[in-house]
């Protein structure tokens, strides 16, 4: 099975080793190597913007965050970070807080851990230019990138709730501990959270667990694993699509 060069190029970058038969094994007597052929993604899109009032909404959020003084980090960020992608598609992503990059440059996952994230989407066929919406728990820098406090996830909190009520996403991906023990308000580890499907809100939207990517630069060994996250988290909106 032939496999699109730029996708075998994302496969390659999240750590996934492509096998093909080596030429003349079929003919020659010799076993065919296994070969690793994850389902092609079908393309999927951002979905119709929304109403004019959400286009009001997203300029007061963007405002409101720009100017939020709510918790002590204002004082040593450079700017806030709101989120990067559509105003409305199916597919959310939800890390913790910006890093150095990210409080420089004003957008998610934008330095190394970033670039690991968006070859896993693109991997499935996502892209934050084109079908998936990224953003933090924290809109603003923690100082030397400690963990967020929880008086300053309670701040800031309300603001991710208002994207995901305008972004209307029909899945959530909780990249890492902290988002995802965050927007379940549960103190498990990552390691029971994953390969379940959780439900955020009064929409009960879908919410899948996997690595924070930051993680993942640290340890390739779980690439794999993180790979079957997305792919469990693209069966899951699927299934939720068609039920
Ligand atoms: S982290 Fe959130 S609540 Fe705190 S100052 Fe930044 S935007 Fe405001």
Redo the contacts with the bound molecule.
Sequence with gaps: MSIDPRRAEYLRTIGIDLWVPRAGALGGGAAAAACESPPAPRPIRARAPGLAEDTEAWQRLRAE?RG????A??QS?TQ?VLGVGPERCDWMVVGEAPGAEEDRRGEPFVGRAGKLLDAMLRAIGLGRDANVYIANI???RPPGNRDPRPE?VQ??LP?LHRQIELVQPRLLLAVGRIAAQNLLGTDQSLGKLRGRVHRFGERNVPLVVTYHPAYLLRSPADKRQAWEDLKFARATLARSLTG
Excluded: G
Aim: charged fraction near 25%.
């Design positions: 965050v939020c003084t709510r918790c980090l204002h960020r806030a924290l809109k603003s300053e701040a800031c603001y």
